[in-house]
Nanobody, 125 residues
Framework: QVQLVESGGGLVQAGGSLRLSCAAS????????MGWFRQAPGKEREFVAA????????DYADSVKGRFTISRDNAKNTLYLQMNSLKPEDTAVYYC??????????????????WGQGTQVTVSS
């Protein structure tokens, strides 16, 4: 099992920045990739960004490309999401996730195995 705990959410004005963190514990050696997803009220959970835990491959949703950056610190078993130029439509609960299964060629946008409890991000206009 892998446990994931997010932090760093909050209230920010449009145009501002936030950095989310996700601390992983447990069987972290089994992690192939980690990602961020978000769910706004009344909407389905959607993919935001993902990265191979060993590095070398990342992917972003079109809606956040150029504004969000995913990164990881393997020594600290921590995943980050730097969010810049935030928009009101970025308001959502953000979830950290981990994927056990290798994928030749990159990272998945679906099918993750472990999830954190989520952290609220609210962007005011």
């Amino acid at each position: 099992q892998v446990q994931l705990v997010e932090s760093g959410g909050g209230l920010v004005q449009a145009g501002g920045s936030l950095r989310l963190s996700c601390a992983a514990s447990g069987r972290t050696f089994s992690i192939y990739a980690m990602g961020w997803f978000r769910q706004a009220p009344g909407k389905e959970r959607e993919f935001v960004a993902a990265t191979k835990w060993s590095g070398g491959s990342t992917d972003y949703a079109d809606s956040v490309k150029g504004r969000f950056t995913i990164s990881r610190d393997n020594a600290k078993n921590t995943l980050y999401l730097q969010m810049n130029s935030l928009k009101p439509e970025d308001t959502a609960v953000y979830y950290c996730s981990a994927d056990r299964d290798p994928l030749r060629g990159g990272v998945r946008k679906t099918g993750y195995d472990y999830w954190g409890q989520g952290t609220q991000v609210t962007v005011s206009s």
